[in-house]
């Protein structure tokens, strides 16, 4: 990543209102924010064959991405105290490392959100600088939004995961260093990600019917939809898939979604009367894959 460094030791102490402050979820975290350095994705770039003085004069930080699988395990290995596991992503064709229950649900919800294109979790490491102190930083989530918005998340199960006042320097530096790369810093705690008392079940039934068949018919019927670009309502969608078997139709539905195609609010419960909408395909090429 290409940028001037956080080597102003005045940036340390810098008082900011407020309103700049509130852009952290936890007003303890330091902000670097600095108003005279732009957001620009071109900031994030591969190394280039030039002079090594101007080369490392020039970066702010270093990413390096991880080579998961196989005997080089470089995420699940640590967090000894975490849930650990691999799940598969029919959405990304990768497979996710995830530590943790608030990751896994995390990863769950992204995997069948439709707002998601895409996804990686543990995706690389964040090698920066404080002053005269480097860091290493692995961030816990990385996803891509239809609205184009890249999001850095760092997963945390209550506020008194921040209580390290050491975290909470790295974590605003890491927070100013991919918003000026183009990206956004999230922190999400446990009880963000699970929200809402329906969002984990409508997650939950979603996610089981990813792999789901369609046999042509129910293909045609889905595409028909996508491409009129007309909401309708849970039940007459049913009608047209499935007028003589409500659960097969269900399942079609809740596959479509779980593909992307179709979208609905997954913090209510689903209904008859739940509204779906189509969503027309959105080509991402890859922004997040480094």
Not at 31 to 55: D, F, H, K, Q, V
Not at 122 to 145: A, N, T
Not at 212 to 231: I, K, P, T, Y
């Amino acid at each position: 990543m290409k940028d001037k460094g956080l080597n102003d030791s005045r940036l340390l102490e810098q008082k900011l209102p407020p309103r700049v402050q509130a852009r952290h979820v936890d007003r303890r975290i330091p902000n670097y924010l600095n108003n005279n350095e732009p957001a620009l994705r071109s900031r994030i770039c591969r190394p280039t064959m030039r002079w090594r003085g101007l080369e490392e004069a020039s970066r702010m930080a270093q990413i390096i991405v991880l080579d998961h699988g196989g005997h080089a395990r470089p995420v699940i290995n640590r967090g000894q105290q975490h849930l650990r596991s691999r799940m598969s992503s029919r959405k990304t064709g990768i497979q996710q490392i995830v530590e943790g229950r608030g990751h896994r649900d995390l990863t769950m919800w992204n995997e069948v959100n439709p707002q998601v294109l895409d996804f990686q979790a543990h995706p690389f490491l964040i090698r920066g600088q404080i002053g005269d102190e480097p860091f290493d930083y692995y961030p816990d989530h990385i996803r891509l939004m239809r609205n184009g918005r890249v999001e850095l998340i760092e997963v945390k199960r209550t506020p008194a995961d921040l209580n390290a006042p050491t975290y909470r320097r790295k974590l605003g530096a890491v927070a100013e260093i991919v918003r000026r790369g183009g990206w956004h810093f999230r922190i999400l705690y446990h009880a963000a990600i699970t929200g809402p008392r329906w969002r984990m079940r409508n997650v939950e039934a979603l996610y089981a019917r990813r792999y789901l068949l369609l046999d042509r018919d129910e293909q045609d019927v889905v595409n028909a939809f996508v491409m009129n670009g007309v909401s309708t309502t849970w039940l007459a969608l049913r009608e047209i898939l499935a007028p003589d078997n409500p659960r097969r139709g269900n399942a079609v539905i809740e596959n479509a979604i779980a593909l992307g195609r179709i979208d609905v609010d997954l913090d209510q419960r689903i209904t008859c009367s739940t509204v779906v909408t189509p969503l027309p395909p959105l080509p991402h090429h890859n922004q997040i894959r480094l």
